[in-house]
């Protein structure tokens, strides 16, 4: 399984930083010194200089200890460039993000404290960190020696740049376009409209199916808005970036609040929507405005293209990884491509299958794009008693 986390504009991040003019490979003596700064000052054998690629993380420069090139899953910057301050961990083997890494758990180096900070470009973007590591713990740096080490961050940066890096190419055109191009201010005001009229509707139903489902569309209105705000609040819309908004969530509560959001409009549609099931007993460390997002986009696909009857379940699977599971008893069409559903705009494998009930394609991508940036995987199951669409969240987000 992945447990690393993926940045949302992780294409834009990749192309920008194979643009930095001087990112080669070859080592050379003023990134060493900058390594044996960060090294001295914070007391620590070991510095690197590492480069977070598509799939591997390499290194630039390497004081104290030589590592290879390793994947992603066995980095920990990948990590650090989750967002633009100082990562710092006394004591990894305590830390349930890394205890059972193979770099800390029993049988590997056993690395125990690690304290990095992002290496940003002028761009904007952010492509890997300077770091120390040792293989004992050591108490959390001050912020004075944070300050120097991200001053020697700059100064790796400036480096490498030498000029302006080259801006991230455009990824496939208006069709290609990461979700956030989706998003703007001017979305507020038409949704500020809808959410009124919505709720001036609400107030006049006096049947209660109705009533049922006009108060669902005011909930879904105002999740809307609150998904709007919050991917501007937490984006940075120069680069494409979407960052968390991290906080314990009762999973339980959730999915019973989406059922109850829900139950009504599955119904209208010929469809039933069973009573979750949830089976964590403790809260996780998710941002549960997109995690909800994920889930209503999968039960809207059950809904839209699935079979009549609907599921949702959240478990841990054997490895105690969290797994959000939403199935349906329909089978996929032979025309879908499976491999295609995770590319945005495409329904079933192609635009032209979306048909008159269909969206733009954008829930399966969007899902994908949104687990990963928690460090999970997302996959559609396919058998003879129907389809799920499973969301896998790395263990350490349980909370004890």
Request: charged share 20%; aromatic share 4%.
């Amino acid at each position: 399984m992945i447990t690393h986390p993926i940045p949302f504009n992780e294409d834009s991040r990749v192309q920008a930083t194979l643009n930095v003019p001087g990112l080669t490979r070859e080592n050379e003596v003023l990134f060493d010194t900058l390594c044996s700064a960060a090294a001295s000052l914070l007391g620590c054998p070991i510095s690197h200089i590492s480069v977070v690629e598509e799939s591997t993380q390499w290194y630039k420069s390497v004081v104290g200890i030589a590592l290879d090139e390793m994947p992603k899953n066995n980095s920990f910057c990948t990590h650090t460039i989750m967002s633009g301050a100082p990562m710092v961990i006394p004591d990894l083997s305590k830390n349930p993000k890394f205890m059972d890494h193979p770099m800390v758990a029993e049988g590997g180096p056993q690395a125990r404290y690690y304290a990095g900070v992002p290496l940003i470009l002028s761009s904007g973007f952010r492509f890997g960190s300077l770091f120390v590591l040792d293989f004992v713990p050591h108490d959390r740096p001050t912020d004075s020696e944070l300050a120097t080490l991200e001053h020697l961050g700059r100064a790796v940066v400036a480096a490498l740049e030498k000029a302006p890096a080259a801006p991230a190419k455009e990824l496939g055109g208006s069709v290609e376009d990461t979700f956030l191009t989706l998003v703007g201010h001017e979305l507020r005001t038409p949704l500020t409209v809808i959410h009124g009229a919505i709720g001036m509707l609400d107030a006049r139903m006096t049947d209660a199916l109705n009533k049922k489902l006009s108060t669902s569309a005011v909930k879904s209105s105002q999740h809307l808005s609150k998904l709007i705000s919050t991917i501007l609040d937490f984006s940075d819309l120069r680069t494409g970036e979407l960052r968390l908004n991290e906080e314990a969530t009762d999973l339980t509560a959730l999915v019973a609040e989406l059922h109850q959001d829900h139950v009504a409009a599955t119904l209208a549609a010929g469809k039933t929507f069973a009573t979750p099931i949830c089976e964590l007993t403790q809260p996780v460390l998710v941002d549960g405005a997109h995690i909800k997002v994920c889930m209503i986009s999968l039960l809207m696909n059950s809904v839209l293209h699935g079979g009549p009857s609907i599921a949702l379940n959240v478990g841990r699977d054997a490895d105690g990884n969290v797994e959000i599971r939403v199935s349906d008893d329909g089978q996929i069409d032979d025309s879908v491509e499976l491999s295609r559903l995770y590319k945005p705009f495409i329904v079933g494998g192609n635009l032209n299958n979306r048909g008159t009930q269909g969206g733009l394609g954008l829930g399966l991508p969007l899902t994908r794009r949104l687990t990963e940036l928690h460090g999970g995987e997302f996959e559609v199951i396919v058998s003879e008693a129907g389809t799920t669409a499973c969301i896998r969240l790395p263990k350490w987000r349980c909370m004890v």
